[in-house]
């Protein structure tokens, strides 16, 4: 069983910056995508950026475009979200999720097996 272990959370000023990192561990997994998800308050968790593990191909929801970046390291199966110029509506629970093949659409929650706990990212006005 694949465990995903985020960490990098935090609370931070408008403006600024934080970087997400997630740790895919337990044994030896690439899957095919790695994405990460968020969860505002009071709202349902969405797409916010994905990568794929060979070939290096990223997507973004449209608000984050342009601010963040996703990453991987694939020697540490490692994947990561650079966050910059941050908003308060950025504020939400950061999910990272793997797939174990590419059924579905990218952005799709039902495309990804695995699944971290969330780290909390507060942005303050």
């Known amino acids: 069983q694949v465990q995903l272990v985020e960490s990098g959370g935090g609370l931070v000023q408008a403006g600024g910056s934080l970087r997400l990192s997630c740790a895919a561990s337990?044994?030896?997994?690439?899957?095919?995508?790695r994405a990460w998800f968020r969860q505002a308050p009071g709202k349902e968790r969405e797409f916010a950026a994905a990568i794929t593990w060979s070939g290096g191909l990223t997507y973004y929801e449209g608000s984050v475009k342009g601010r963040f970046t996703i990453s991987k390291d694939n020697a540490k199966n490692t994947v990561y979200l650079q966050m910059n110029n941050l908003k308060p509506d950025d504020t939400a629970v950061y999910y990272c999720?793997?797939?174990?093949?590419?059924?579905?659409?990218?952005?799709?929650?039902?495309?990804?097996?695995?699944w971290g706990q969330g780290t909390q990212v507060t942005v303050s006005a």
């Open positions: 999720a793997a797939d174990t093949k590419p059924i579905g659409t990218y952005d799709s929650l039902a495309r990804y097996a695995y």
């Open positions: 337990g044994r030896t997994f690439s899957g095919y995508t």
